[in-house]
């Protein structure tokens, strides 16, 4: 109905063949709008660059209620989906419903976004609006369970939270994070009958079972899945690495793979620090970092020795005690042998025992 500033005032009007943007399209269906419902739509979507304008503020800075904002854009949503049959807007519907059936039909908020708008903000802005204008996609907000979400319309919740307890009893005795194999086969055996996609997909979205950095699975508070210090970052990188590693990589690979928020660097000598003082690592060789659980032990070269010459009753070959060393250090060959003819009695021509 046409009557005051607030009501259509005209038609739509650019070319449909024209490269396509969310934007771009609701500047051209703002030819629906009267000047003042643009320039609140522009406020409150962020479509001039600024930042989103509350209700609050716009009904301010035009002397009216934030009621009165709130029924200004109702009216411009109005308007836009009376063109729901407009190649313009089929687009838009089309693109919003193709990315939920692509993941089974949610997605968090952040992730829709992302997918369809990038990092643009007046792309964003734009997409928040034509999603008000879709009878096919809901919002559902935040749960215990899951983050803000769209869904497509009739979405099974019920299955959802099927799928969700399945894989919670799936974790549970897990003593690490697990890959998606090992992670699907474990929610079989606890009886999903969902696909694989549908399985992951339906995850994706929950707020206690999360993907860390390295697309390993756990429960979301595991220090494997968020880690929460340098040394919790740490134990991560070198055990997704499988193998020791120099301190100063070990901070690299904090920054590289997302561990360390946006904008800090993870300062090397930190890690060093931390490392050093905590008996889950060991300094096995010249800044290089190894796990105790792969059998790495604390301590000096000759420390190192005498444990592995107390261990064996009788004296062992120098060739069979480098091995022993080199399997739980990385030192010089020469630092070992100038330690056993230093701190440990020589027998016969090449072997070593405890000295009495």
Same mark, same amino acid.
């Not at 809901?138 to 899951?146: F, G, N, S």
């Not at 060093?272 to 905590?278: A, F, R, S, T, Y």
């Given at each position: ?137 809901? =919002?559902?907000? =935040?749960?215990?369970?899951? @983050? ?9 919740? =019920? ?139 604390? @301590? ?57």
């Amino acid at each position: 109905m046409k009557s005051t500033d607030e009501t259509i005032i005209g038609d739509a009007g650019k070319s449909a063949g024209e490269s396509f943007s969310f934007f771009a399209a609701l500047s051209s269906f703002s030819d629906l709008f009267s000047p003042r419902t643009k320039d609140i739509v522009w406020a409150r979507f962020a479509l001039s660059g600024n930042d989103a304008k509350t209700l609050e503020e716009i009904g301010k800075s035009y002397g009216i209620t934030r009621e009165r904002v709130r029924q200004i854009l109702a009216g411009a949503f109005s308007a836009v989906k009376q063109k729901r049959e407009d190649p313009r807007f089929r687009e838009i519907a089309l693109r919003i419903e193709s990315a939920l059936r692509e993941k089974s039909g949610i997605l968090s908020v952040a992730e829709l976004f992302s997918m369809l708008a990038g990092d643009s903000k007046k792309e964003h802005g734009a997409l928040a609006f034509f999603l008000e204008c879709l009878k096919s996609v809901k =919002e559902e907000k =935040e749960t215990a369970r899951r @983050g803000r979400v769209f869904v497509a319309a009739g979405f099974p919740f =019920e299955e959802w939270d099927a799928v969700h307890a399945i894989a919670q009893k799936a974790l549970v005795g897990a003593d690490h994070a697990l890959d998606e194999d090992a992670f699907f086969a474990r929610a079989k055996k606890a009886g999903l009958t969902a696909s694989r996609k549908v399985f992951f997909d339906y995850l994706a979205v929950s707020s206690t079972i999360r993907k860390n950095a390295f697309g390993r699975w756990g429960s979301a508070d595991s220090s494997e899945i968020k880690p929460r210090g340098t040394r919790e970052k740490a134990y991560l990188i070198l055990k997704m690495n499988g193998a020791p590693l120099h301190f100063k990589e070990i901070a690299r690979r904090i920054d590289e793979s997302g561990l360390q928020k946006s904008g800090r660097a993870t300062h090397p000598q930190t890690v060093h620090n931390e490392l050093i003082k905590d008996k889950k690592f060991v300094l096995i060789g010249r800044g290089l970092y190894a796990l105790s659980e792969w059998g790495y032990k604390r @301590g000096t070269v000759r420390e190192v020795l005498q444990e592995i010459l107390k261990a064996n009753a009788s004296p062992m070959r120098r060739d069979d005690i480098l091995a022993e060393v080199f399997r739980i250090r990385q030192v010089k060959r020469s630092t070992v042998i100038i330690n056993l003819n230093a701190f440990f009695e020589k027998v016969g021509k090449d072997e070593y025992t405890m000295k009495h």
